[in-house]
């Protein structure tokens, strides 16, 4: 099991996605907890690092968790996905791994990754993510 944690932020009805150097796919920002990090001190440190902003640990709120195959990665092995929302200050700029920021509604959904498909699908449920 791949275990990560990603900021869900959306405007507009489109959801902030990413797509790393060298990748075909685009993932939500985020990623791996370093050992002892909590979820907040991990997206906190993730975000800044692949985004340059700041997010306010205070406004973290858990939007769900989900399971799917891991992109990339031989079959059999899942990625449990932990989402959260929160405030940021700053200018979102992509930096470290990440090549391009992109902003999708759920007809990109082919574009982004098994666990984030089924995030979309959620989103668009809860009417959160326009089509």
């Known amino acids: 099991m791949v275990d990560k944690i990603a900021w869900l932020h959306l405007h ?25 990090e909590t979820d907040t001190q991990a997206l906190v440190r993730e975000i800044k690092e692949e985004l340059t902003v700041d997010l306010d640990p205070a406004s973290l709120a ?21 989402c959260y929302r929160a405030r940021y ?17 759920y007809r990109d959904r082919p574009r982004v990754s098994a666990v984030d498909q089924l995030i979309f699908d959620s989103l668009r449920e809860r009417g959160l993510l326009a089509e």
């Open 12 to 36: 507009g009805g489109r959801l902030l996605s990413t797509r790393s150097r060298g990748k075909d796919r685009y993932y939500l920002p985020g990623g791996k907890r370093e050992a002892g």
């Open 62 to 82: 858990h939007v769900g968790t989900w399971d799917a195959p891991a992109h990339g990665h031989p079959e059999g092995v899942l990625v449990r996905m932990t």
């Open 89 to 105: 200050a700053g200018h979102l700029r992509p930096a470290a791994e990440i090549e391009e920021l992109a902003w999708l509604t």
